[in-house]
Structures are given as C-alpha cells and as structure tokens.
C-alpha cells in the first residue's frame, strides 16, 4: 500500500451525502422536518425508527423520487437538491432494488452482464445480440464471484430462491459501482441464513464506498452500522452508535411496545 493510501485509510472517512433542513409536507401534514444527515465513505448508516417515521421518504428525498419541500442534499461536494433521479444515480447515489431490476427469465450471468452493459455505455447497443456482451463476461463473472452465487451462474433469476434473488439484486446494483449505495429494508422477508450473506456482503461493499440502509431488524443494525440515526414523527429522536442511541431513553420510549430489544 503507498503512503497517501494508507494516510487516507486511517483518516476520518469523508461525507460523501449529505442533507441539511430537509422537510417534505404532503398538503398540510408535514412528513420529514430538518433532517440533517451526513453519510461517511466507508461506513454503514443505519436510518430506523418506528412505522410512519419518515424513512421511506428521507430515502424518496435522497434520491429526488420527491422533491423537498426545503433543504440542501449534496453529493460528493456537489448540490443535487434539485437533479433529476437518473442523473443521481450516474452520480453515483444508487438505491439498491429501485433501478437494478432483475429480470426473471434471464440467468443470473445475463442479469449481472446487462447490469454491466448499462453502466459501460453499451445500453444503446440493445439491437446487437446477447453475444455482444462477452466483453463484460470476465467482470460479470467476478462480481458473481463477490456475491457467492457462481454455483447459480446459469440458473434463471426466477428459479433462485428470494433470499438468493436478494443477492442477485446486489450484484446487479454494485455493477453500477455506486459511491453511496441506499439499501431500502435490505433483510426483509429473510431467512437466518441468508440474512448472515446478505450481512456479511454489505459489510464487505462497505469497505469501498458508503451504505445507508432503512433497516427493521435492530440486531443486524447493532452488528453491522458504524452510526445509527433514528427518526421519529418526520424528526431526528437521536443518533449515535447503536450502543449510545439504544441507550437513549427517547430511543426506548419510542420503540416502547414496537420492537423487542
Ligand atoms: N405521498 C404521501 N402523501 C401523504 N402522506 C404521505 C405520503 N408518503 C408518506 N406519507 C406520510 O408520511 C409519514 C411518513 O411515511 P414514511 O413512509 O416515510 O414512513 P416510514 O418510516 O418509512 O414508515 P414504515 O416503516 O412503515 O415504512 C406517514 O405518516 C405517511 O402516512
């Protein structure tokens, strides 16, 4: 390793998103009120909180599907407050099971390489055949490879069981090499197993760019998030470690009656 990548290793991770004031109001009800957020390179950001927090929509917010009604959000230094959500996404701000659609009667190697051919530019080509694609097969494979699913290579995406298309979806999303990479509820319907895959591969994609997740479950978030921001009636209740904002009385009366921890 040369010395400015190992000085940048230990350094402070920079922000690479961040929100300040964000507020949305849906006629006269105000669903997410002066959130401010930074998200770090390198770290696993939890945003929770209990049913009609806010989440769903900080994250509609973050990726312009709305439009705040206030507030700045940049994106790597750069103001994206009002950028259309396709360009977002080529800046590098990807929400993972939102534009990495897996299609079902493709394998999963021609999922993985059509992922791969949109994010090379070669999306216009769609008139030349599959063939055309050989060139992203070497990038493609290893992907798979990161993932663990080459035993599935040649399955088609429909016969893979849910947990496994999960993972099929996140192969699919890193093949945009995203710089910040939203995970909407990324553990959701799992079973124990593949909520262990699923865990240790975010931590893994992690290593190289920032993941923000809306998660449920608190004790993958405890194991797995670096910061933890929990949200409650549009507003910031708390943040922190898991251990500090899990302490939190506000936290715990919260959650009171809605999560068992
Ligand atoms: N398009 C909309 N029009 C009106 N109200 C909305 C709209 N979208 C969300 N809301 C309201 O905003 C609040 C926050 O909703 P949001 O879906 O962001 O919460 P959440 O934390 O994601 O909840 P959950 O954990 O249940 O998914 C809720 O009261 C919801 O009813």
């Given amino acids: 390793m040369n ?6 290793e230990r350094s402070e991770p920079r922000v690479v998103l961040s929100a300040r004031g964000l507020r949305r109001d849906f006629g006269g009800f105000t669903a997410v009120r002066d959130v401010d957020l930074d998200v770090h390179d390198r770290r696993v950001h939890a945003l929770i909180g209990p049913n009609g ?33 396709d360009k977002v996404a080529r800046k590098g701000l990807v929400r993972s099971f939102q534009i990495s659609a897996v299609f079902p009667q493709l394998s999963v190697l021609d999922n993985v390489r059509v992922a791969l051919q949109r994010k090379s530019g070669l999306a216009h ?5 599959l063939s055309a694609l050989n060139q992203l097969n070497s990038h493609a494979e290893n992907l798979i490879a990161t993932v663990g699913l080459t035993r ?5 995406a429909a016969d893979l069981s849910y947990g496994r298309k999960r993972v099929l979806e996140m192969a699919t999303t890193l093949a945009l090499d995203p710089k910040v990479l939203l995970l909407d509820e990324p553990l959701a319907g799992m079973g124990q197993e593949d909520i ?35 949200l409650q009636r549009g507003e910031i209740l708390a943040e922190g470690n898991y251990d500090t904002v899990s302490r939190d009385p ?3 009366t919260a959650y009171m009656g809605t999560e068992e921890d």
């Fill in 152 to 156: 599935e290579r040649d399955v088609l």
């Fill in 250 to 252: 506000r936290v715990r």
């Fill in 196 to 230: 262990g895959t699923i865990a240790n591969l975010i931590r893994e994609v992690a290593a190289t760019r920032a993941v923000l997740m809306v998660e449920h479950n608190l004790s993958v978030v405890a194991d797995l998030c670096h910061h933890v921001t929990v």
């Fill in 125 to 129: 080509q769609f008139w030349r055949p």
């Fill in 3 to 8: 010395a400015s990548v190992e000085q940048m």
């Fill in 53 to 85: 927090a806010g989440k769903t929509t900080v994250f509609n917010l973050l990726t312009k599907f709305l439009q705040p009604t206030a507030g700045k959000i940049t994106l790597l230094g750069e103001d994206i407050t009002r950028t259309v959500p």
